[in-house]
């Protein structure tokens, strides 16, 4: 029998969320069932902002950034008459499935809208799929947008560190992530920055400093001719950004009897805060692939009879028992309960899980290798 599937994406836009939603319609229509888009995410659902897709609305976004469904943060979800409408909204629409695009608080929205201790014997069966740039979702090794956002601050950073070199300077370069220090780890790896600054290591703003200033210093004595220093800042290191720069300039300062700002500007420590620029453009490769794959399997977990799972991006692995299965239709791809996505998830912005312990410390033993 035909089934009608609902999509949307919410929360902050992730490049990849238009392969996700194109894979899913062209899977489900090429099937015989019918979707629906939701544009505006939550808000746009408790809105009715619902319409058929077709596969001639979708068979081009893949390489496009954004979504085409549109997002929003809906505050009023966190609302329990709020879902109510929202469950009626599906219901009257004819909806057996719904799948949502995004992160944590998305996920979140799914899991509270499908909990049976409210929603009784609805029967919309609801799928997620993982999707932000933070990559602060537990139990997927990526979400979707990771990618491609790491390529975006890996070119920011190699722009900025030409015009670092070229004025011996240091710079600080801000980078999204929420409180998750993920894609500034990971960025600093792959643009061979000098340092990183990361929420999960819970340095005081005096170790920041000390820190900053010890690479400035180990950078001036083993590279005269090449003085640039590059720091990855993430954007949930407590420390407002211009606040470090002031401090570690001062410090400078004191420890070297240079003056900040000295009479050549170029010893300042420069910010540059990429800010929402590492959200956009359009999908790496990977992205567009991962999306099409979560896309895919988040459909036929829907027709398979699923419901309240994440489809999750894991290599080929055995889950520890009773998390989840892997897809029959995808040997990355895995279904994992919604409630344990979430439980995971506190655990590791918490820094109670093994994987966020190990964030914490990851370059703890690093240190003297980026002085190199
Ligand atoms: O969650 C994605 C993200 O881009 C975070 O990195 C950032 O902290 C936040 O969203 C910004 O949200 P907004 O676009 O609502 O300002």
Known sequence: MAKTIAILTSGGDAPGMNAAVRAATM???????????????????????????EANRVNRILREGGTILHSSRCKRFHHVEHRERARAALTKHGVDGLVAIGGN??????????????AGDWPVQCIG???SIDNDIALTGLAIGVDTAMNTIVEACDRIADTATAHGRTFIIEVMGRDCGYLSMTAAIASGANMVLFPEAARTEEELVASMVKTILSVREHHPEDQRVVAIKAEGVPTPTERLKELVDAKLAEVTGEEAPHEDDDIETRVTVLGHVVRGGRPSAFDRLLGSRLGNVAVRAVLAGEHRKMVSWLPPMDLPEGVGTRSPADPYCYLVDLPAVLAATKALLEGQSPLARWRATAFDDLEDVFLL
């Open 105 to 118: 608080g998305t996920l979140t929205g799914l899991t509270l809208l499908s909990d049976p201790a409210e």
């Open 27 to 53: 899977v489900a229509l090429a099937k015989g069932h019918r979707m629906l888009g939701i544009r505006h995410g939550y808000r746009g659902l408790l809105d009715e902002k619902i319409a058929p897709l």
């Open 129 to 131: 799929i993982p999707a």
